[in-house]
């Protein structure tokens, strides 16, 4: 986990993500995703994790996976489990992700169970 803790230092040093978002992911970190292995895959979630939630603290425009891709992640095995951790971390977060951003995470967060 200590990798994933210093991308997230690294985009807080390079004034990518500030220091509300980088104390959220961090805490994300330590709280909620430490039964997965895949280095890859964290990486993948965490560095989304915080660009979204500083891209909605910004008032910037979020990204959408389109209708056909997130019916597919509805079907993974893993979508329920992938949806309560959703929640958890929804509930934690300094803002609140748009249903856009809101299927990002959870295909990320299906591809972290499936790995």
């Known amino acids: ?3 994933l803790k210093e991308r997230i230092n690294i985009l807080k040093e390079g004034e990518v993500i500030n220091e509300l978002t980088a104390r959220f992911v961090l805490d994300i ?3 909620e995703l430490k039964e997965f292995d895949s280095l890859n895959a ?13 891209r909605i603290l ?16 509805e079907k993974h095995p893993s979508f329920s489990n992938a949806s309560k951790l959703y ?5 934690k977060a300094p803002c609140v992700f748009p249903e856009g951003e809101k299927r990002f995470l959870l295909m990320h967060l299906c591809n972290l169970y499936q790995l």
């Open 29 to 31: 970190i330590d709280q």
């Open 87 to 91: 929640t958890s971390i929804a509930s």
């Open 58 to 73: 910004n008032q910037e425009e979020v990204d959408y996976l389109s209708d056909e891709i997130y019916q597919q992640v």
């Open 1 to 3: 986990m200590s990798e």
């Open 42 to 54: 964290l990486e993948m979630f965490t560095t989304h994790l915080a660009m979204a939630t500083q």
